[in-house]
């Protein structure tokens, strides 16, 4: 499983996660701040898969 960040084309953050066939498996909501979205990709790896890798696709 990893994560991919996204800016979307009204500039708000999102990501999804995507399984090892690279499937996506969730979809978040947007958020305004990437930190924001970063935090929650943070919490989400600490509960569940602490190894996962996160790509950020936004250009920031």
Not at 12 to 19: D, L, S, W
Not at 24 to 39: L, N
Request: charged fraction near 20%.
């Amino acid at each position: 499983m990893y994560f991919v960040i996204y800016k979307s084309k009204n500039d708000q953050y999102y990501f999804v996660i995507k399984g090892a066939n690279r499937e996506v498996v969730a979809t978040s909501e947007t958020y305004y701040y990437k930190s924001t979205a970063q935090r929650t990709i943070d919490s989400i790896k600490n509960s569940i898969s602490p190894n996962s890798n996160v790509i950020d696709m936004t250009g920031d």
